[in-house]
């Protein structure tokens, strides 16, 4: 069915990442268990928020994928990640009086990051769904 369809992608893009993520985990911590670095905590949780950004980035990505195609979402996927470049160098005077956030609030949305991703991710799949049980396949 078209909704196995769906699930089978979405695990396949959870899958590749937990392995990333282990692959990330396994290289970062070389150092650790060889005596070089003791900063364990901080190695876990950088792994996770990058795990995580991934998990965001697909729950976007798909959807987009599925309701305009491969090629023509590659624009949107491309706007997505220029517009707030861009937004950043034109403006950067201005952000550069705002005051940078806490160690501890930047420290407790590193560690809300991994749940915000799987809560989009799975909101992301069930508009997947929609969009892809919605179209007309020849």
Not at 2 to 30: C, F, N, Q
Not at 40 to 68: D, M, N, Q
Not at 88 to 100: C, P
């Amino acid at each position: 069915s078209r909704k196995t369809i769906v699930l089978s992608k979405y695990l396949m893009a959870l899958i590749l990442i937990l392995i990333g993520g282990l692959m990330g985990l396994l290289i970062a911590y070389l150092p650790i268990l060889t005596g070089r670095a003791d900063n364990t905590a901080e190695v876990f949780w950088g792994v996770c928020a990058s795990a995580s950004a991934g998990l965001i980035l697909l729950s976007v990505f798909l959807p987009l994928i599925y309701k305009f195609g491969s090629e023509k979402s590659r624009i949107f996927i491309m706007i997505i990640f220029f517009v707030p470049f861009i937004l950043l160098m034109v403006f950067a005077n201005r952000l550069s009086g705002l005051a940078m956030p806490s160690e501890a609030t930047i420290i407790t949305l590193v560690k809300l990051l991994p749940l915000a991703g799987l809560v989009l991710f799975g909101i992301s799949y069930f508009i997947s769904v929609a969009i892809f049980q919605n179209q007309d396949i020849d």
